[in-house]
């Protein structure tokens, strides 16, 4: 499993993601993204929704990944949070993926959108590494 | 790597990076500011991203930084760029995601003592009659078609049904609403977005403020906005909510590959863009005028319900308890505007990115009532701090296409700010002050504490001191109240 880290950036929110392959660095991100909102241990898995994404190349394929999650959870009548992600289909330009989360009472913290912010997916001996800043 | 001795101090506040810096640059940048704030603006991105910008197509004059620069995405935050409208650019990384993001400001002739007394009461009724929050709904819910007229007609909508007078609309930029903006092309899950939120505060770095005026500049300006020392105002700073952020998403979306379609040479993916006269172009500028005039739909009704907060709370209590409307400014957003530039008037589109139009006495685009003073610039500083009300000056007009700062500008991450202080210590840091706080978030407390921002003072005595904006009066919190 990946892990992430808050870093700093002047005005916005950012983390800095590792992962073990291509499908855990899209999971990670999704859930280091929902650890800036709410407690993932308080999120149940009782909502499920899909996702289908077609993008340019995997650095757009992530930005609209967690924009599209933003979206699902502040879309609802209730605000949700996300915290497992299953894909049936990943390829840098497309994504297909059946996500599980529930309501919450509130978020921490308000991200306006995922952005293009110096992203860059790179690929390490480990796996891959990017940082991800948020518009806050 | 943009060094500090690359630029050439040009004025007492003006810093300028010669074109010749980076053979992309297609004009030179400037930086606003005293030398403090000119060597913060090299603390993280900004300078970088403000040569980024001087590359793009169709640049007149210069790439600009307001004195309350910091890094945001594409364009620095207190960006301020202009490019022909006939062979330049529009760039929704010049705008940003809050797209007319704005400061609202009503004065009263209530003097803050004779407010004391009611002061909590009234806070916590403004609190409950203007939604706040992440995701939060609105005070009013529209229909499709609804939402359709207020995408297009902005603050007249509010107009039409009863949350404006027409000296509200006169006292607001553009009178509330930008003409080129198409309900058409605003994006389904845009409007699906905006249909609940309109009238509500959200989160973040949005406020509503009660202040006192705490000192008068100039006085003759001052009366003529309204303003009288020692009484109250309320600031009202939000934007198009998650409408904006949807536009600002879908349109980066459908720019992506315009660059290379139309030969757009671009240092940094953040920057997409499309010619203004192109058909992507032409739809985002629709679409982002409709956002603009969302919120400005937005902070008139959120003014209607603090006018009706008041009268629920002081009628029979204090002789006149009314509300009149100093200004509206937008402070995200590109306008099409016409400037003299070397003598001759050209159209072109203006980008101000965290910077607020300023323009002079006798501009058309004023109300009557401010032809001859200028126009009325808001400058809120960080929470619990001064913000300032300026005027525009000719000055403006000649460097910067009418523009100038739009608050303190931050210094310090969120991420970093919480590490200072935790919410509660901000909250009853700010009570000891005297000022009553009502807030849905205490880590948004701590997120905006002060100490994570430059002193608003230092950037408007920049501003003031290049010239750009005259300062007019000063205010600080009696109240704030926070998403």
């Given at each position: 499993?990946?892990?992430?880290?808050?870093?700093?950036?002047?005005?916005?929110?950012?983390?800095?993601?590792?992962?073990?392959?291509?499908?855990?660095?899209?999971?990670?991100?999704?859930?280091?993204?929902?650890?800036?909102?709410?407690?993932?241990?308080?999120?149940?898995?009782?909502?499920?929704?899909?996702?289908?994404?077609?993008?340019?190349?995997?650095?757009?394929?992530?930005?609209?990944?967690?924009?599209?999650?933003?979206?699902?959870?502040?879309?609802?009548?209730?605000?949700?949070?996300?915290?497992?992600?299953?894909?049936?289909?990943?390829?840098?330009?497309?994504?297909?993926?059946?996500?599980?989360?529930?309501?919450?009472?509130?978020?921490?913290?308000?991200?306006?959108?995922?952005?293009?912010?110096?992203?860059?997916?790179?690929?390490?001996?480990?796996?891959?590494?990017?940082?991800?800043?948020?518009?806050? | 790597?943009?060094?500090?001795?690359?630029?050439?101090?040009?004025?007492?506040?003006?810093?300028?990076?010669?074109?010749?810096?980076?053979?992309?640059?297609?004009?030179?940048?400037?930086?606003?500011?005293?030398?403090?704030?000119?060597?913060?603006?090299?603390?993280?991105?900004?300078?970088?991203?403000?040569?980024?910008?001087?590359?793009?197509?169709?640049?007149?004059?210069?790439?600009?930084?307001?004195?309350d620069?910091?890094?945001?995405?594409?364009?620095?935050i207190g960006?301020?760029?202009?490019?022909?409208?006939?062979?330049?650019?529009?760039?929704?990384?010049?705008?940003?995601?809050?797209?007319?993001?704005?400061v609202?400001?009503?004065?009263?002739?209530?003097?803050?003592?004779?407010?004391?007394?009611?002061?909590?009461?009234?806070?916590?009724?403004?609190?409950?009659?203007?939604?706040?929050?992440?995701?939060?709904?609105?005070?009013?819910?529209?229909?499709?078609?609804?939402?359709?007229?207020?995408?297009?007609?902005?603050?007249?909508?509010?107009?039409?049904?009863?949350?404006?007078?027409?000296?509200?609309?006169?006292?607001?930029?553009?009178?509330?609403?930008?003409?080129?903006?198409?309900?058409?092309?605003?994006?389904?899950?845009?409007?699906?977005?905006?249909?609940?939120?309109?009238?509500?505060?959200?989160?973040?770095n949005?406020?509503?403020?009660?202040?006192?005026?705490?000192?008068?500049?100039?006085?003759?300006?001052?009366?003529?906005?309204?303003?009288?020392?020692?009484?109250?105002?309320?600031?009202?700073h939000?934007?198009?909510?998650?409408?904006?952020?949807?536009?600002?998403?879908?349109?980066?979306?459908?720019?992506?590959?315009?660059?290379?379609?139309?030969?757009?040479?671009?240092?940094?993916?953040?920057?997409?863009?499309?010619?203004?006269?192109?058909?992507?172009?032409?739809?985002?500028?629709?679409?982002?005028?409709?956002?603009?005039?969302?919120?400005?739909?937005?902070?008139?009704?959120?003014?209607?319900?603090?006018?009706?907060?008041?009268?629920?709370?002081?009628?029979?209590?204090?002789?006149?308890?009314?509300?009149?409307?100093?200004?509206?400014?937008?402070h995200?957003?590109?306008?099409?505007?016409?400037?003299?530039?070397?003598?001759?008037?050209?159209?072109?589109?203006?980008?101000?990115?965290g910077?607020t139009?300023?323009?002079?006495?006798?501009?058309?685009?004023?109300?009557?009532?401010?032809?001859?003073?200028?126009?009325?610039?808001l400058v809120p500083g960080s929470?619990?701090?001064?913000s300032?009300?300026?005027?525009?000056?000719?000055?403006?007009?000649?460097?910067?296409?009418?523009?100038?700062c739009h608050g303190a500008g931050r210094?310090?991450?969120?991420?970093?700010?919480?590490?200072?202080?935790?919410?509660?210590?901000?909250?009853?840091?700010?009570?000891?002050?005297?000022?009553?706080?009502?807030?849905?978030?205490?880590?948004?407390?701590?997120?905006?504490?002060?100490?994570?921002y430059k002193?608003v003072?230092?950037v408007?005595?920049?501003?003031?001191?290049?010239?750009?904006?005259?300062?007019?009066?000063?205010?600080?919190?009696?109240?704030?109240?926070?998403?």
């Open positions: 499993m990946g892990t992430w880290a808050e870093i700093d950036h002047t005005a916005d929110v950012a983390l800095r993601v590792s992962a073990s392959d291509f499908a855990d660095l899209f999971a990670t991100a999704a859930r280091g993204m929902f650890s800036l909102l709410v407690a993932l241990d308080a999120v149940t898995s009782s909502l499920v929704c899909t996702v289908d994404l077609q993008a340019l190349d995997a650095e757009t394929l992530l930005v609209d990944w967690l924009n599209e999650l933003l979206y699902l959870a502040e879309s609802g009548p209730a605000l949700r949070a996300f915290v497992a992600f299953e894909f049936a289909v990943l390829e840098p330009t497309h994504l297909r993926a059946v996500v599980r989360g529930g309501e919450v009472p509130g978020f921490f913290n308000y991200l306006k959108a995922a952005t293009f912010h110096n992203l860059e997916i790179t690929a390490t001996q480990e796996g891959y590494v990017t940082t991800l800043v948020f518009d806050t | 790597m943009t060094r500090k001795q690359d630029f050439e101090q040009v004025g007492e506040f003006t810093w300028e990076l010669p074109k010749q810096h980076d053979g992309r640059m297609q004009a030179p940048a400037r930086i606003y500011g005293n030398a403090e704030v000119f060597d913060l603006a090299f603390r993280d991105n900004s300078v970088e991203q403000l040569v980024n910008v001087a590359t793009l197509p169709g640049i007149v004059k210069y790439a600009m930084a307001m004195p620069v910091h890094q945001g995405y594409g364009f620095p960006g301020v760029a202009a490019f022909r409208y006939d062979r330049g650019i529009i760039s929704p990384g010049g705008v940003g995601y809050d797209i007319n993001c704005g609202r400001m009503l004065a009263s002739t209530i003097h803050h003592e004779e407010l004391q007394p009611y002061l909590e009461s009234l806070t916590t009724q403004i609190f409950q009659d203007c939604p706040s929050g992440v995701g939060g709904k609105g005070a009013v819910r529209l229909s499709e078609n609804a939402l359709d007229q207020v995408l297009e007609q902005g603050a007249h909508w509010a107009l039409q049904k009863g949350y404006a007078t027409q000296e509200d609309i006169a006292r607001t930029e553009d009178g509330g609403r930008i003409p080129q903006a198409r309900a058409a092309v605003v994006p389904s899950r845009a409007k699906e977005r905006g249909r609940p939120q309109l009238g509500s505060l959200g989160a973040g949005h406020f509503l403020e009660i202040d006192v005026v705490e000192e008068v500049y100039d006085a003759k300006v001052a009366t003529l906005f309204g303003l009288r020392q020692g009484c109250v105002v309320v600031q009202i939000c934007g198009s909510r998650g409408l904006g952020h949807e536009v600002c998403n879908q349109y980066l979306r459908v720019l992506q590959d315009a660059p290379q379609r139309y030969g757009i040479p671009i240092p940094d993916r953040e920057l997409v863009a499309a010619p203004v006269e192109s058909q992507e172009g032409k739809d985002y500028l629709a679409a982002m005028a409709a956002a603009a005039n969302y919120a400005f739909a937005n902070r008139q009704v959120l003014a209607h319900f603090v006018r009706l907060a008041f009268e629920k709370v002081l009628a029979g209590k204090i002789s006149d308890w009314h509300l009149q409307q100093v200004y509206d400014v937008a995200n957003i590109a306008k099409v505007e016409t400037h003299d530039v070397d003598g001759k008037l050209v159209k072109l589109v203006v980008h101000r990115k910077a139009r300023a323009f002079a006495p006798g501009h058309p685009a004023l109300p009557e009532v401010y032809r001859d003073a200028g126009q009325p610039v929470m619990g701090t001064a300032y009300v300026l005027v525009g000056t000719p000055q403006a007009m000649a460097e910067t296409f009418g523009s100038c210094t310090m991450s969120r991420h970093g700010a919480m590490k200072v202080m935790r919410g509660e210590k901000v909250r009853s840091d700010l009570e000891q002050q005297g000022v009553t706080v009502r807030s849905g978030s205490l880590r948004g407390l701590a997120e905006e504490a002060p100490y994570a002193d003072s230092l408007v005595a920049s501003v003031t001191g290049a010239g750009i904006a005259r300062q007019v009066a000063r205010v600080r919190p009696i109240a704030v109240i926070k998403g």
